[in-house]
């Protein structure tokens, strides 16, 4: 019977350090290839894509487009109301057209003939001062009738200088009044234009946010606006962004093409960090399109920032502390890494191929 027991037991122990052993799960490094990156999440956005906004608060009484319409630039796309300002555009226009220059010749006509009467009357009447003149020089004739025709030489010389000034004066105030009623027309017409809606762009509406009938203020955007041509909006970590440069491939996916993969480069990084997020805005454009694009989608990046081939590599789960590994036996041995990526690390020194390694129990 205790030879049974004792027999049972060894076998209890045996299969207890066995289970051990199992526990322990030993590998050497591995030659592969090695790409470190940086992670980034993100959107697509149109590029050039803008907000428009209306200059002025009103009820929307037309929408001229839909929504994935292409326009150009200049092109309305929505007009308030501006019935009481149309009356005033209204009484601007005539106000101009009863001022134009042009159709107000008539009154320097009037002017120019006031002059020609001046002239004459000047005339005539320096004919008969100098007559009265020369007769009073003869001594013939009375010295009163003589200052009779000096006095009225005098005013007719007057009457020509106020009749031509009366025309530059007319002049004057019918090229000002004419002017300044175009001027109002004008006016009139810009503010009645803040009423309209235009593109700024040659591109796609990407988002109406507003129905006939609705008011619309300047505080909200009326419509979403973009080009045909998309661009990939990243967020970067500011643990990550010394490490990013212009240029850098980026490999990008998104959930609308499943388990496809899409290649893009770097082309802006912004310097100033959002302060509530601690990352830094980056921009990057796809070497090749996907067949369709919209904005907004979302997107998942990594950006290469180095590659290696044939490097010496361990799991990352089986480094400690970034700097260590452990031998088998338990043996804690430090190691200089170099690259890393989500599942890799690279081992420049330390370790070899041949090193056995036990997975650090957590």
């Known amino acids: 019977?205790?030879?049974?027991?004792?027999?049972?037991?060894?076998?209890?122990?045996?299969?207890?350090?066995?289970?051990?052993?199992?526990?322990?799960?030993?590998?050497?490094?591995?030659?592969?290839?090695?790409?470190?990156?940086?992670?980034?999440?993100?959107?697509?956005?149109?590029?050039?894509?803008?907000?428009?906004?209306?200059?002025?608060?009103?009820?929307?009484?037309?929408?001229?487009?839909?929504?994935?319409?292409?326009?150009?630039?200049?092109?309305?796309?929505?007009?308030?109301?501006?019935s009481n300002l149309k009356l005033s555009t209204e009484n601007a226009r005539l106000a101009s057209a009863s001022a134009d220059y042009k159709k107000n010749t008539n009154k320097l006509l009037d002017a120019k003939k006031a002059i020609e009467l001046a002239k004459k009357n000047l005339i005539n009447d320096s004919i008969q001062y100098q007559r009265q003149k020369n007769i009073w020089n003869q001594n013939i004739g009375s010295k009163?009738?003589?200052?009779?025709?000096?006095?009225?030489?005098?005013?007719?010389?007057?009457?020509?200088?106020?009749?031509?000034?009366?025309?530059?004066?007319?002049?004057?105030?019918?090229?000002?009044?004419?002017?300044?009623s175009k001027n109002n027309l004008?006016?009139?017409?810009?503010?009645?234009?803040?009423?309209?809606?235009?593109?700024?762009i040659d591109g796609v509406v990407y988002q109406i946010n507003n129905e006939e009938g609705e008011l619309s203020?300047?505080?909200?955007?009326?419509?979403?606006?973009?080009?045909?041509?998309?661009?990939i909006e990243l967020s970067i970590d500011e643990l990550d962004i010394v490490k990013v440069k212009?240029?850098?491939?980026?490999?990008?996916?998104?959930?609308?093409?499943?388990?496809?993969?899409?290649?893009?480069?770097?082309?802006t990084i912004y310097p100033m960090m959002n302060s509530r997020t601690r990352s830094f805005k980056a921009e990057a454009i796809f070497i090749k399109n996907p067949n369709e694009l919209y904005p907004n989608l979302t997107v998942e990046a990594n950006i290469i920032i180095n590659t290696k081939q044939e490097a010496l590599t361990i799991p990352r789960n089986y480094l400690v502390s970034d700097s260590s590994v452990i031998l088998e036996g338990g043996k804690l041995q430090k190691v200089e890494v170099g690259l890393m990526d989500y599942d890799l690390v690279e081992i420049k020194s330390g370790i070899d191929k041949t090193t056995l390694l036990e997975l650090p129990q957590k």
């Open 1 to 82: 019977m205790n030879h049974k027991v004792l027999f049972l037991f060894s076998v209890l122990i045996s299969m207890m350090i066995t289970s051990c052993t199992d526990k322990i799960e030993l590998i050497t490094p591995e030659v592969k290839n090695i790409t470190e990156s940086v992670y980034a999440s993100g959107f697509i956005k149109s590029k050039n894509q803008y907000e428009a906004f209306g200059k002025t608060n009103g009820i929307v009484k037309k929408i001229y487009v839909t929504e994935g319409a292409v326009v150009k630039k200049g092109d309305p796309i929505f007009q308030l109301d501006n």
């Open 144 to 180: 009163v009738e003589f200052e009779r025709k000096e006095l009225i030489y005098q005013n007719s010389t007057i009457e020509l200088s106020r009749a031509k000034t009366n025309y530059e004066d007319l002049k004057r105030q019918l090229k000002l009044a004419s002017d300044q």
């Open 186 to 200: 004008e006016i009139a017409l810009l503010m009645e234009d803040d009423f309209v809606v235009k593109s700024e």
């Open 217 to 231: 203020n300047t505080q909200e955007p009326v419509v979403i606006l973009g080009t045909k041509e998309f661009i």
């Open 246 to 267: 212009k240029g850098q491939r980026v490999i990008i996916r998104m959930d609308s093409y499943e388990s496809q993969v899409f290649e893009g480069e770097i082309t």
